[in-house]
């Protein structure tokens, strides 16, 4: 064989092995595209760029809060939501104690609502941090505990069970 067969054979080979691991690539490329999922996550996944939307928990509720040291108690909130924002007043009431009550701020997500429920026992530092244990339209219930307070709330806490008002 000349220099010039030679050069055409190796040619050839070169061109086989390239269409070769071309339709193997095409090949895989498609299986991906026959997919809907390129990650083999399910559909039902949530993509990283959108959240679920939160719970609806606007209004009034009205419920029960056990406290450490105050005991059985009735609790009452008024909700504003804006998205994932909450904010509004509540109140909650001990037989022989003040009531207690002032503002709110938290948050809601897709499975929980998350409060920061300020208070007049300490100068406004004093506050309630809760976090929903359940958390849906139907009912908000979980645990608390008191943050920046005098001493006889340190470290101290509770539970708060609550349903929505009845619309008027």
């Given at each position: 064989?000349n ?5 055409f ?16 690539g095409?090949s895989?490329?498609?299986t ?20 679920p ?5 606007a ?10 040291d ?5 609790f009452?909130i ?11 007043g509540?109140?909650a009431?001990?037989?022989n ?12 997500s897709?499975?929980?609502?998350v ?7 300490d100068?406004k ?11 849906n339209?139907?009912e ?21 069970e609550?349903?929505?008002l009845?619309?008027?």
């Open positions: 064989m220099v010039s067969g030679s050069k054979k190796r040619s050839s080979v070169a061109i086989a092995i390239a269409l070769l691991f071309g339709l193997v095409l895989a490329r498609s991906f595209a026959q997919d809907a999922s390129t990650d083999g996550v399910g559909t039902d996944a949530v993509s990283p760029d959108r959240l939307l939160p719970i609806n928990v209004g009034g509720w009205t419920g029960t809060i056990t406290d450490d105050l005991g059985a108690g009735d009452s008024t909700i504003s939501q804006t998205n994932r924002k909450l904010s509004g509540w109140m009431t001990f037989t104690q003040a009531p207690l009550l002032n503002k709110f701020d938290g948050r809601a897709a499975r929980e609502v409060l920061r429920l300020d208070n007049d026992v100068r530092a004093c506050r309630l941090a809760f976090h929903s244990i359940i958390a339209r139907t908000i219930s979980g645990k608390y505990i008191w943050v920046d307070c005098k001493p006889q709330f340190k470290g101290r806490g509770g539970s708060i609550i349903t929505p009845p619309p008027v």
